[in-house]
C-alpha cells in the first residue's frame, strides 16, 4: 500500500502545487498523506488522475517511446543513426532468448490495488464506481496480453498480497497459469465489463465498450493462431503443464472469438476508414496525425492530452531536414518491405530495376518514375527518393555511373560528402543520401515517413512532436476480421473485409477474387508496417524461425538497400542524366538473422525463477 500511496500523492500533489500561490499556504494545509484515503477513494476525478496515472505507464512498454525502434528488429527498417549501441542491431547474428522479455508486475499490483480501494469506498457512488472498475480491469486485461504473447503462460494475480514478515512466504507463491488459462481469463474479463463502458467512442484514449472489443479481436486471433499453427510444426513447442502451447482442438473456438468482437465493431458504424483525402497516399499519412474527425482511430496514446512530447521525429527525420546538429535518419525502412507492396493493378511489387535478361539496367527519366503505380500505403509510410516531405523535394542519390567509352562500361562515381557536385555539374551525392558507412543518414536508400511529424519544428529536441500512438484501429479491425473468417471457411466475408482495406490504398473495388494465407499475410506486412505488429504475426503463425533462418541467401535475413545513381553518358542522349538503381545489402547491415525455435517465447528472467521455486523455465532455455 506504501508504494501505491505514494503514487497517488505524488499524482495529486502534481496537479495541487500549481494552484498553492506560496509557501505558507501550502504549509498551512493538512497533511496530503492524511486525506489521501479518506478523500481518493470517495471522489471519481480523484480516482481517474490516478487512473490517467496508470494509463501512462502503458507506453513505455511499445509506440513511439519505448518502441521506436521495434522495425528494427524486422525486416521493416534497420539502424541508420549513430554509430553507438544501437548499431548492434544490424550486426547480431541470433535473436537473443531475452528479446521482449516482459515479467513486470508493478502495474498488475497497482491496478489490483485500485481495484480494491474502489470496492471498498463506501462513499464512491455506485455508477461511477462500476465505470472505473470496469476500466480498471480493461487494462489489467491489455497488461496480461501483453505478458502472455512473449513469456506463455503467466501467474495470475487477482489480488494483492500483504506481506507481515513472516519467513513463510510460500503462500505468496503463485505459479505460471496455463497459456490458454491466460488468455481465457482475458476473454472473461472482457466479456464482464464490455457493456459497463461507454457506448460512445468520444474519447480515443480512455476504455469503452470498442476499445474492449478491440483487444478482445486481437488477443483471441492470438490463442487462435497459436492453437493451430504451433500444433502444425514437426516439433511443437510445448511444456508439461501446458504453461506454453494451446491445444489444437481450441483454434476454431478461439477464431470464432475473434471473428464476433470484430463483428460487433464493424457492425456498429462507430468506426469506417479514414478517407478524408482524395490523394490516398497522403491520406493513409494522414491517418495517423490527424486527430479531427479521424473515425478510424479507436484507442490510441494521445500526447496532447498528456502535455508532454516524443522525440520521434527528432530522431527518424531525413537528414536534409534535421533541426539539430544531431539525430535524423535512425530508423531507415528497408527495400523488403518496399518491395513487399505491390502494384495497384496487382502484379509483384518488386521493382523493375534490370531488363528481364539482367544485361542493362533500366533507366528513369526520374527516380520516383520506378515507384509509378504501387500501393498508396507505401508512399504514405516510407519516403522514397523523389518524394515531397514539409513542401521539400527529398533527393536521394549515391553517386553517378559514368560510361567509360573505351572499356564500353559503366563506372561508380561517389563521394562522402552530401550535397556534393561531379564534375559535369551535376549532383553527385544528394543531400539526403545514402552513404555507406556514415551515421544520421539513409543507409537503405529510403526514410521514414509514418507517425513522422511534418510541423516544423518537431524535429528540434527540447519541442518534439505530439502525433499519437495508435493501438487499435479499424484497419487493423478488418484484416483480423478477414484471417479469422477465412480460417473459419467464411472465404467470401473475408474477401468482402480486405478489399476494403485494399480498396482505401487505391485498388480497384473487388481486386481481391480468392484467398490465401500468404495473401492476407502480405495485407497484414504492408497496411500494419511500422505499428509493432509483424514481429508478433509471424511468431504466432509460427513463421518467424522460416523467414529469420540465419542463411544468407534467404529474402528477409538481410536488409536490403537501393541506391539510385544518375547516368553520366553524354554519347547517349536516351540515358544521359537518367537514372538507374542499384539493389545492394544495406552496407551497415553485416549478419544474417537467425529465429530460434527459443525465441517463440521469451525467458523467465532468473531472479524470478530464484524467488519462486513453483516458476518454469519456456521451451530450449
Known amino acids: 500500500m506504501k508504494q501505491f500511496k505514494k503514487l497517488i500523492i505524488y499524482t495529486l500533489c502534481t496537479a495541487t502545487l500549481v494552484q498553492i500561490s506560496g509557501c505558507k499556504k501550502f504549509l498551512d494545509r493538512k497533511p496530503t498523506d492524511v486525506l489521501l484515503d479518506e478523500q481518493v477513494w470517495s471522489d471519481p476525478k480523484l480516482a481517474v488522475s490516478v487512473l490517467a496515472n496508470i494509463y501512462n505507464r502503458l507506453q513505455p512498454t511499445g509506440g513511439l517511446e519505448g518502441g521506436k525502434l521495434s522495425p528494427t528488429d524486422l525486416e521493416e527498417a534497420m539502424w541508420s543513426g549513430g554509430l553507438g549501441a544501437n548499431n ?42 462500476k465505470h472505473l472498475l470496469a476500466e480498471g480491469r480493461f487494462i489489467r486485461a491489455y497488461i496480461y496480453f501483453l505478458l502472455v504473447r512473449s513469456m506463455g503462460g503467466v501467474p ?28 481465457d481469463f482475458i476473454a472473461a474479463e472482457l466479456d464482464a465489463i464490455k457493456d459497463q463502458l461507454p457506448l460512445t467512442a468520444s474519447s480515443k484514449t480512455r476504455a469503452n465498450k470498442w476499445t474492449v472489443l478491440a483487444l478482445k479481436s486481437q488477443a483471441m486471433l492470438y490463442a487462435a493462431s497459436i492453437a493451430k499453427y504451433n500444433n502444425l510444426m514437426t516439433d511443437p513447442i510445448v511444456l508439461p503443464g501446458a504453461e506454453v502451447g494451446i491445444p489444437a482442438s481450441r483454434a476454431q473456438e478461439y477464431y470464432q472469438k475473434s471473428l464476433d468482437a470484430s463483428k460487433e465493431i464493424i457492425d456498429s458504424k462507430q468506426f469506417v476508414l479514414y478517407n478524408e483525402n482524395p490523394d490516398k497516399a497522403q491520406n493513409f499519412y494522414d491517418l495517423f496525425t490527424k486527430k479531427t474527425n479521424n473515425r478510424e482511430v479507436i484507442w490510441a496514446q494521445d500526447y496532447t492530452l498528456d502535455g508532454k512530447y ?48 539482367g544485361s542493362d539496367y533500366i533507366y528513369h527519366t526520374r527516380p520516383e518514375d520506378v515507384f509509378l503505380g504501387k500501393d498508396n500505403r507505401m508512399f504514405g509510410s516510407i519516403i522514397t527518393p523523389g518524394s515531397t516531405f514539409r513542401g521539400k523535394r527529398i533527393d536521394i542519390q549515391a553517386g553517378v555511373m559514368e560510361w567509360n567509352t573505351a572499356t564500353n562500361q559503366y563506372v561508380m562515381r561517389t563521394s562522402p560528402d552530401l550535397g556534393s557536385v561531379f564534375a559535369d555539374g551535376g549532383i553527385l551525392v544528394a543531400a539526403d543520401g545514402p552513404l555507406p558507412n556514415a551515421a544520421n543518414v539513409t543507409n537503405t536508400g529510403f526514410y521514414m515517413r509514418k507517425y513522422v511529424d511534418s510541423r516544423v519544428g518537431s524535429g528540434q529536441s527540447g519541442q518534439g512532436s505530439d502525433i499519437w500512438w495508435i493501438r487499435y484501429r479499424f484497419g ?60 508478433w504475426d509471424l511468431k504466432r503463425w509460427r513463421i518467424a524461425h522460416e523467414v529469420y533462418n540465419g542463411n544468407r541467401q534467404a529474402p528477409n535475413t538481410l ?32 549478419q544474417p538473422r537467425l529465429f530460434r525455435l527459443g525465441n517463440y517465447y521469451s525467458s523467465v528472467p532468473q531472479n524470478v525463477i530464484n524467488a519462486n521455486s513453483l516458476i518454469v523455465r519456456n521451451p530450449y532455455h
Not at 156 to 163: A, G, H, P, S
Not at 312 to 325: G, H
Not at 563 to 574: C, E, K, N, Q
Open 156 to 183: 495470475l494475480v487477482t489480488n494483492t498480497f500483504q506481506y507481515d514478515g513472516s519467513p513463510d512466504v510460500d503462500a505468496l507463491k503463485v505459479p505460471r497459469s496455463t497459456e490458454a488459462g491466460i488468455y
Open 476 to 535: 487493423g479491425i478488418l484484416l483480423n476480421a478477414t484471417e479469422a473468417a477465412f480460417e473459419l471457411g467464411r472465404t467470401s466475408d473475408a474477401l468482402g473485409y480486405v478489399n476494403q482495406v485494399r480498396e482505401r490504398a487505391g485498388f480497384p473495388a473487388n481486386s481481391l477474387q480468392t484467398l490465401t494465407n500468404d495473401i492476407i499475410r502480405k495485407e497484414f506486412q504492408v497496411e500494419m508496417a511500422f505499428e509493432e505488429q509483424r514481429y
Open 88 to 129: 548492434a542491431r544490424n550486426t547480431r547474428v541470433n535473436y537473443p532468448y531475452t528479446d521482449k522479455q516482459l515479467w513486470s508486475y508493478d502495474l498488475i499490483r497497482d491496478i489490483n490495488l485500485f481495484l480494491e480501494n474502489l470496492n471498498k469506498s463506501a462513499a464512491m457512488q455506485d455508477a461511477d464506481r
Open 310 to 357: 516524443h522525440d520521434y521525429t527528432v530522431e527518424n527525420i531525413p537528414r536534409s531536414l534535421r533541426e539539430n546538429a544531431t539525430g535524423a535518419a535512425g530508423v531507415t525502412p528497408s527495400l523488403n518491405l518496399v518491395e513487399a507492396f505491390d502494384y495497384l493493378d496487382g502484379t509483384n511489387g518488386a521493382l523493375k530495376i534490370q531488363t528481364p535478361n
Open 559 to 590: 536488409i536490403n538497400a537501393l541506391w539510385p545513381y544518375r547516368v553520366v553518358r553524354p554519347s547517349d542522349p536516351t540515358k544521359h542524366n537518367k537514372y538507374v538503381f542499384v539493389k545492394r545489402v544495406a552496407p551497415r547491415f553485416t
